[in-house]
């Protein structure tokens, strides 16, 4: 029997995010409205963003980036490979094609040296999706030399920034959120704060935050609370392009205040597992841990991925397994999108054309990290791991 239950994620909703959603209940508007509305005041203001546009998920918000800064069919898009199909599928909702690249090993982020050799091997791509994996931001802008978004300016490409795992995160002192044309967040029920479903969308951008606004919701000029609370009759109303139905109601709006309200105590609880396994788990052969290039307290730590090196004793499945039969919950991200059926067929992709990310895939998981991770907890995983690698465990799983 293992001697302890760890799940591999736990959401925390012990703030006022049953106090927020009673109220929405209790007013008779469930969908969205002035709780929505202020969610997106209070978060564009955290990351200190001019506007905010709150969406159903962090997908939603991607795609609507994206369709604003004019992606569309025949356009080509820089992704990398390590991340989530949510980041490259967006691109073929518009008819237009996904460029994959690989990652820095260690970080699983794009670098300045991968996108500007993929500038010069595909001139022709003026956008990039830039996403901050596990919730340490890329290198936008670096003090000297030249950061992602000196290349980009550059060479006249936008730059949407997949933030789903970077709430809060920063770099260079400057929050994610204030960097690209236009930034992503996502708060589903496993991310840095929860919607339980939904995303934002923030930019600086004028234009584009009054396109995404108006394609969330079918393309109509006028939203609904907007409809309901002016003097002008709620059924006059102009459908200005075909839009989406994408908007976030306020039942979840009122759980994300709650969220917002804490996100840096949530993220400070994260931020000491991270520095418990650091240290815990430093020195292990077989083992890498991942590379920082920010400081702890600049890191969202919305996952704690490990690499399980040729010199381990086992696979990462096998480890998986052995950590699943002593309790412990763990996952593994990603699987690279140019392995998925889909890419991998429409696009003619070959493994051996990203070194980095096979690197990567072949020993990568992530443990268990989550704020009420109790010490006892962490101890136990650090525990297991170490035994399982070990020369009796690595024999004990062949």
Not at 7 to 22: H, I
Not at 94 to 110: C, K, M, Q
Not at 223 to 244: H, L, M, Q, T
Request: proline share 5%.
């Amino acid at each position: 029997m293992a001697e302890m239950k760890i799940p591999y994620s736990r959401v925390l909703c012990d703030g006022n995010e049953l106090a927020y959603v009673r109220e929405v209940l209790e007013s008779g508007w469930l969908t969205t409205a002035s709780k929505t509305l202020e969610f997106e005041k209070k978060f564009g203001a955290a990351v200190g963003a001019r506007h905010a546009c709150a969406v159903n998920s962090g997908t939603a918000a991607l795609h609507l980036a994206l369709e604003a800064i004019g992606v569309g069919p025949g356009s080509k898009v820089f992704v990398p490979a390590m991340t989530f199909t949510a980041s490259a599928e967006v691109i073929r909702y518009l008819n237009a094609d996904p460029v994959f690249l690989d990652v820095e090993y260690g970080t699983s982020l794009l670098t300045t040296e991968i996108l500007e050799e993929a500038v010069r091997r595909f001139p022709e791509v003026k956008t990039v999706v830039v996403v901050h994996y596990g919730g340490q931001a890329a290198a936008m802008t670096v003090e000297k030399g030249a950061g992602i978004l000196d290349v980009c300016r550059r060479k006249g490409i936008r730059v949407v920034e997949d933030a789903a795992h970077a709430f809060p995160s920063r770099r260079g002192g400057r929050l994610v959120g204030t960097f690209g044309d236009v930034t992503c967040f996502s708060f589903y029920a496993n991310k840095t704060i929860t919607t339980a479903e939904g995303g934002m969308l923030v930019t600086a951008d004028d234009r584009v935050a009054a396109r995404a606004k108006v394609m969330r919701l079918h393309g109509i000029d006028r939203d609904i609370w907007n409809r309901y609370v002016s003097d002008k009759p709620s059924w006059e109303y102009d459908v200005v392009a075909p839009g989406f139905k994408y908007n976030l109601p306020d039942v979840s709006a009122a759980i994300g205040l709650a969220q917002l309200e804490r996100a840096e105590a949530l993220r400070k609880g994260r931020e000491r597992c991270a520095r418990y396994y650091m240290e815990a788990l430093a020195g292990i052969p077989g083992l890498d841990l991942p590379k920082l290039q920010v400081g702890f307290e600049d890191h969202a730590w919305h996952l704690f991925p490990v690499v399980l090196t040729p010199k381990a004793p086992l696979s990462r499945d096998r480890c998986v397994e052995r950590l699943a039969d002593r309790g412990i919950g763990a996952s593994v991200h990603y699987k690279p999108l140019y392995r998925m059926t889909y890419y991998r067929e429409r696009y003619g992709l070959n493994p051996a054309d990203y070194p980095n990310s096979e690197r990567i895939w072949n020993g990568c998981l992530s443990l268990p990290i989550y704020p009420d991770l109790r010490l006892e907890e962490l101890a136990y995983i650090c525990r297991s791991l170490k035994e399982i690698l070990s020369a009796r465990g690595g024999e004990e799983a062949v």
